[in-house]
């Protein structure tokens, strides 16, 4: 079956590589390139434990094919932390015990990174609604939205949070 | 869970994409979103030998306002429709299905015209469509054709759409004023199909009558329902608390859900009467206030 | 009713600190390391050819196919084990179970052959290519008609078998019971099922087995909550082949949740390491959602009749509990070896009964078998859903607030210990001021008034309290092993000469923060900071022996471990400390972090000082170091309790019951990580939430399994769960040196009946008795619809 050569962006740096048509996003990141911060938990597009950003929006990389993303950008819970810098988000799920066993964490922060992006200032109502593609079966979500809170406040105000 | 393989092709041009689907059309199938094809292959329920992705085709995604009519690209993803300003001011029923349909992220790869083609009557859309009374532009080798939604379902998982043919473009009436509409969905969470749910489109009259009206149904039957014994009975009636009831009743009447797990078909008919009523009361509501 | 108090600072951040957990910043990185994330040098894939029938005789297996796929290497049948005699094994409840089947299937998924390839997408092609033929046998997926005489016996297996019965288990007083029944004033009965539920952590199971040819060294990364009880297992399931226990390492990594589904020992990793010991390449199997949730451990399946006497003022006066549970094929429960029906005895729950008498029967059915993996307490969850739930019924009965029931028969705060009808010694508890907090947090008088001006409008508004007894931290080994090793478990503390420590227990945390807790364990009774403790476990190369983490045991056992440990140290370094500052030992007093000379505190050591001394200046006589090991056995259980109250609504058009509050009042003694604990009650609540609206597997009558995968198996989101409300109190246990009881399972136990009491609350006035879980719309609309107000 037909190889594809493809060049993809992830976390700023280009990636190139010879992958077979049927290859899923999340197995080009998990098993080529050995980045395996995304996770896979139900393969029918319910958990979103593999949600990565693709140009920038929030997918579920179980469902999409590795030639999809060929040319195209992805964001992966490895490439949030910048210089050496925890992404807002990450540290919101560390404030506010946001995560117990970790395994939906990138996901969940992915999407929450996506969901700040586009909307500093989030409802509880509205947080629930973006990260409603995600399952986690430890937190309840409690935390996680507080999490979500917790990032968007720091964002906003930045130095007011690092006083708190 | 692993696909079986198949090739993979990405044409750069509506007319590459045709040709190829033209030589290859017993084996072929559509790409768009992805994400009901792309789980059925994982779960080898499905199978086909190539892949014809048009995500890069450009010009397949818009949503624009035309000569009377709002024009929706087939590429375009669920996610815009819902965050749409135009949508969301003058096309309620349409953003209220967007913002259903499986989750947030799923919405971000999901196309409009995907969740039309696929021919699932358990999709939004195609309710929606067809209280909306849109049409649906299929581009072929030959041209493009406009087809009627009440043509486009024929069967489940079977549509007016031919093998080598590509839904480009749904084309919906602009809604003149004192015009609502609303979608009401049943589901045991996010992410499930509905268990039943109801699409109203209407307008109302000078004097507060039903001047117009659609009203499509989800997951009731082998394809989606238009409700036409209660659309005609509404018609030239005002919407007293009686006449929705009874025009609920009428649309539950031609319902014909299969039981699941997500009820008995007594149940999942009951649902689309109490849908149907609810999405009727919140469209006269919109229009009332538009 | 005391708050914990903190005796440390937060730098050295002892008990009662919620210290920000020291496992986080590897998993906010995307640096957890699970068992997926393993890829050894050489390393195959396996993935499994599964029966899609329920019972059926296999009649041949064809392998040529996929043996002709590039790249696959192996197809591993039934018939390839049996010549090691590996193609069975043991459970941990003494029955047996295949690990792949040389003649028939016997529920749906099981595991018929295994394929090695070189990667995973070339192993799921091999599964394909691989045809098996069957003839299918009659089906038996209700365990009421497998007891029924001619019913075809499932366990042909088993010479002399002749029916489906698998144990008969009573406990209490019968005749005493029956007597109270018959005298009883009051009388009320309710059938009960519990459904079969699956844990479904995000993280399905797996494993990488890497057998070494040269050294004959395994190691097996494995998802596992039991790493060292595994170890065990394997040795003695294997040793024939020679696997000596010497040479076998289990590791569990990172595991993505395990709450009960990843203590047992399933197939596949039996099949991957005999792969591996075969073939001498290290074997990944990791199993997909589906494999998952049709395959599994399951929960529950419990059949139950609850029946209560009491007097008119609402005494209770008997409970008599009648159930049939339903194992599957083979009774493969992670019980305590003494317990076949786990801890179901505590269905007297938090009242003051006298007389009770319970009694069980388990059946063999065409389904997968399992029993306790869902944060359940060892079957504590059905248990107190039979005596919250039967408690109502009588409170209804009565026409009694069902508060004011709980309170006349509450077991009173100066009885304790309590000695239950069934056998317990309650060690501790206040259940009266639990449930006083609820109700005034939740405004339960309001709610009554609001409640009774929704009903003259028509609407359905239902308040629910639960009043739970949890029993938690087997055990004492008197009464507690599984395989016959006792059910303590291990700290080994070891103190750096510049007093920082490392830690190791035979606990495995699955995202319950053992690293933080054990560590804020030990700083409050050694003084050396939190930050300064590593903690480990997980490998058994290291870490020392220990049962594991299930059942709300690691606080209760571990936990007290490393205190008992730590204070070993202390004990020596006290030693240490007479020895420099030349006074007697008597003379030395502790406070956080060092020993001071009474009278004259300006003279003392710090632990710090003491650890540097233990290693450059110990006094004559005395061994060099500082570290010490402690193997726990607990006294007695633990027993938290607390009282929930939800609150729902619902919806007269569609049945949907929404969760418009629920406030959940723990008590687990005191707390070691209020952060922590309130972060486990969250997620415990929404693993009560989940089977008392949502999840459920049945089968149909050909065994087939109807919520295999995410689509059915309805794992609720953000949109479905409430905003949780937590609160305390506490009540220290008088026997764990903390004073500390377990937690991780109280909010799973005491969340469903609450939420039934609150649906059923709602309807109460329509004669509404109970519901089963799960109360999904249909469910709710039919009882609405037969009581003439649905919409």
Known sequence: MAQHQIKVKINGTDHKAEVESRLLLVHLLRETLSMTGTHIGCDTTHCGACTVLLDGVPVKSCTVLAVQADGREVKTVEGLEQDGKLHAIQNGFHQEHGLQCGFCTPGMMITSSALLASNPDPSEAQIRQAISGNLCRCTGYVNIIKSVQHAAAALRQPAEAVAK | MIPASFD??????????????????????????GQSLLPLLKLRLGSAGHLVDIGRIPGLEYIKEEGGVLKIGGRTRESALEHSELIQTKYPLLAQTAAVIADPLVRNMATVGGNLAHGDPANDHPATMLALRAEVVATGPGGTRTIPIDQFFLGLFSTALAADEILTEIRIPVPPAHSGGSYVKLERKVGDFATAASAVQLTLGAGGEVAKVGIGLTNAGSTPLRAADAEQYLTGKQPSADVIAEAARRASAIATPSADRRGAIEYKRQMARVLTGRALKAAIDWAKEH | MATTTLRTSPEVCGMGHSMKRKEDPRFIRGQGHYVDDIKLPGMLHMDIVRSPYAHAKILAIHTEKA?????????????????????????????TQMVLPVEKVMYQSQEVAAVIATDRYTAADGVDAVEVEYEPLPVVVDPRKALEPGAPVLRTDKEGKTDNHIWHWETGDRAATEKAFAEAEVKVKQDIYIPRIHVASIETCGCVADFNKTDT?????????????????????????????????????????????????????????????????????????????????????????????????????????TTLADHGYADAAANPSKYPAGLFSICTGSYDIKTAFTEMDAAYTNKPPGGVAYRCSFRVTEAVHAIERVTDVLAQELKMDPAELRFKNFIPADKFPYKSALGWEYDSGNYKAALEKAMAGVGYAELRKEQAEKRAKGELMGIGICSFTEIVGAGPSREFDILGIKMFDSAEIRIHPTGKAIARFGTKSQGQGHETTYAQIVAEELGIPAAHIQVEEGDTDTAPYGLGTYASRSTPTAGAAAAVAARKIRDKAKKIAAYLLEVSEDDLVWEVGKFSVKGAPQKSKTIQELAFAAYTNHPPGMEAGLEAVDYYDPPNLTFPFGSYICVVDIDRGTGEVKVRRFLAIDDCGNIINPMIVDGQIHGGLSMGLAPALFEEISYDENGNNSAGSFMDYLVPTAMETPSWETGKT???????????????????????????????????????????????????WNILKEKGVAE
């Not at chain 3, 909010?747 to 879980?773: Q, Y």
Request: charged share 15%.
């Open chain 3, 67 to 95: 043996l002709a796929i590039p790249g696959v290497l192996a197809v591993i049948t039934g018939e390839t084990l049996k010549t090691y005699g590996l193609h069975w094994m043991p459970t941990l409840m003494s029955d």
């Open chain 2, 8 to 33: 993979y092709h990405s044409p750069q041009t509506l007319e590459e994409a045709l040709t190829f689907l033209q030589s290859h059309s017993d084996d072929a199938k559509v790409l768009s979103g």
């Open chain 3, 730 to 780: 506490v009540t220290p246990c008088p026997h764990h040196p903390l004073g500390a009881k377990g937690v991780g399972e109280s909010a799973t136990v005491g969340a469903p009946p609450a939420i039934v009491n609150a649906v059923v609350d709602a309807l109460s006035h329509l004669g509404v008795r109970h519901i089963e879980i799960p109360m999904t719309p249909e469910k709710v």
């Open chain 3, 217 to 321: 060294h395994l190691t097996v990364y494995m998802t596992t909550q039991a790493p060292h009880a595994i170890r065990t297992v394997i040795a003695l399931v294997a040793g024939h082949v020679g696997l000596s226990e010497e040479k076998i390492r289990v590791v569990s990594p990172d595991l993505g949740g395990g709450f009960g589904g990843k203590v047992p020992v399933y197939p596949g990793y039996v099949i991957a390491i005999a792969a591996s010991v075969v073939i001498g390449k290290p074997i990944k199997w990791v199993e997909d959602r589906m494999e998952n949730l049709q395959a599994d451990s399951f929960a529950r399946d419990y059949h139950m009749t609850a029946e209560l006497a009491a007097k008119k003022d609402g005494t209770m006066t008997a409970l008599r509990i």
